[in-house]
């Protein structure tokens, strides 16, 4: 009877509630082990897929180099600051000519705010230009175009890569009505949220003002913190750098 009655506790009760030293086996460690192993899997695609999600170009993936440009690698930590502490309504804009890593800075500002599970989305305003072009005729292009302004506004913060950039292959620099307007909505549906903007001009200049409208860079300018690089290029002189 006794042995009967063990026998039904057995296949009732769980080993590790009759065996004290059942956590201690080989088999159950190798259980935690290949659970946490798998846990781990499941959050870098979970990662990987928000990062995805983000549009960021996967060459600016690789940390920031302070060096490359202090000037602006000390605004990107006034900005990121101003996140600790609450205060989010800030803008960064980044300016200077191509290639002295506006962008790559940009990217680093935005991946480490991802990381603090917040939205962020980088938006191509070349492609942006592209895509409406294209949805003259193409349905797909501007579906894109709109899922792109969909994002852009929803986004907790923004980058607003190479805007007014310099020889635009579709305009030749010129911003098309329609598409100002476009960047206007964004600049002022977005005066609550963080809006980051990499720029080969000052905002200020006058060629800026002629394609954007002054109204779009009065909101992209209010209460931003601002990094202008006077030299040229110095990221592409060290690029190797960064690839090594």
Same mark, same amino acid.
């Given at each position: 009877?006794?042995?009967?009655?063990?026998?039904? %506790?057995?296949?009732?009760?769980?080993?590790?509630?009759?065996?004290?030293?059942?956590?201690?086996?080989?088999?159950?460690?190798?259980?935690?082990?290949?659970?946490?192993?798998?846990?781990? /899997? /499941?959050?870098?695609?979970?990662?990987?897929?928000?990062?995805?999600?983000?549009?960021?170009?996967?060459?600016?993936?690789?940390?920031?180099?302070?060096?490359?440009?202090?000037?602006?690698?000390?605004?990107?930590?006034?900005?990121?600051?101003?996140?600790?502490?609450?205060?989010?309504?800030?803008?960064?804009?980044?300016?200077?000519?191509?290639?002295?890593?506006?962008?790559?800075?940009?990217?680093? #500002?935005?991946? /480490? %705010?991802? /990381?603090?599970?917040?939205? #962020?989305?980088?938006?191509?305003?070349?492609?942006?230009?592209?895509?409406?072009?294209?949805?003259?005729?193409?349905?797909?292009?501007?579906?894109?175009?709109?899922?792109?302004?969909?994002?852009?506004?929803?986004?907790?913060?923004?980058?607003?890569?190479?805007?007014?950039?310099?020889?635009?292959?579709?305009?030749?620099?010129?911003?098309?009505?329609?598409?100002?307007?476009?960047?206007?909505? %964004?600049?002022?549906?977005?005066?609550?949220?963080?809006?980051?903007?990499?720029?080969?001009?000052?905002?200020?200049?006058?060629?800026?003002?002629?394609?954007?409208?002054?109204?779009? #860079?009065?909101?992209?300018?209010?209460?931003?913190?601002?990094?202008?690089?006077?030299?040229?290029?110095?990221?592409?002189?060290?690029?190797?750098?960064?690839?090594?």
């Amino acid at each position: 009877m006794i042995e009967k009655t063990e026998k039904i %506790i057995a296949n009732i009760i769980p080993e590790f509630l009759i065996d004290p030293g059942f956590f201690d086996t080989p088999e159950h460690q190798a259980r935690l082990a290949a659970g946490k192993a798998e846990e781990a /899997k /499941k959050q870098q695609a979970e990662q990987r897929r928000r990062i995805c999600a983000t549009a960021i170009p996967e060459c600016f993936f690789k940390p920031y180099d302070p060096e490359y440009w202090p000037a602006g690698w000390n605004a990107a930590q006034q900005f990121l600051a101003s996140w600790t502490q609450g205060k989010r309504a800030h803008n960064l804009i980044l300016c200077g000519s191509s290639g002295t890593g506006k962008s790559h800075l940009a990217a680093d #500002v935005l991946l /480490k %705010i991802l /990381k603090a599970d917040f939205r #962020v989305y980088w938006f191509n305003t070349e492609l942006y230009k592209t895509l409406l072009m294209d949805g003259i005729n193409d349905s797909h292009s501007r579906g894109m175009a709109l899922e792109m302004f969909r994002k852009a506004l929803q986004t907790d913060v923004l980058v607003l890569d190479d805007l007014a950039k310099k020889g635009s292959h579709y305009t030749d620099g010129k911003t098309t009505s329609w598409d100002a307007h476009k960047l206007y909505l %964004i600049a002022e549906k977005r005066r609550m949220k963080c809006t980051i903007v990499t720029c080969e001009w000052d905002l200020r200049d006058r060629e800026v003002i002629n394609r954007l409208t002054v109204a779009t #860079v009065n909101r992209l300018e209010e209460n931003a913190l601002k990094a202008v690089c006077s030299y040229t290029a110095p990221y592409a002189h060290t690029r190797k750098h960064r690839n090594a």
